[in-house]
Nanobody, 115 residues
């Protein structure tokens, strides 16, 4: 059974930093590109960043230069380092494969950035 468990969210002031972690089942992690997605209140879920199994990364324009996605294949974990956070970064952050699979969505982790 595939499981993706996100952690690391919280409440932070604008300009602050958070590091999110996603622990993934080994059966999907090593062969798949992984992504971090977020859903802001009243908005559709969007892709924030992704990383291939080989380490190639891509970012949404809104987070370029502020967020860094990385993965530790030995630990089956993908990370999202978020710096210079803005109130518009507020939302629930999820990890999933890239492209996302409906069955893999977890509970996500809440990130709230206060102004």
């Amino acid at each position: 059974q595939v499981q993706l468990v996100e952690s690391g969210g919280g409440l932070v002031q604008a300009g602050g930093s958070l590091r999110l972690s996603c622990a993934a089942s080994g059966s999907i992690f090593r062969i798949n590109a992984m992504g971090w997605y977020r859903q802001a209140p009243g908005k559709q879920r969007e892709l924030v960043a992704d990383i291939t199994s080989g380490g190639t990364t891509n970012y949404a324009d809104s987070v370029k230069g502020r967020f860094t996605i990385s993965r530790d294949n030995a630990k089956n974990t993908v990370y999202l380092q978020m710096n210079s956070l803005k109130p518009e970064d507020t939302g629930v952050y999820y990890c999933n494969t890239r492209p996302a699979m409906r069955a893999y969505w977890g509970q996500g982790t809440q990130v709230t950035v206060s102004s």
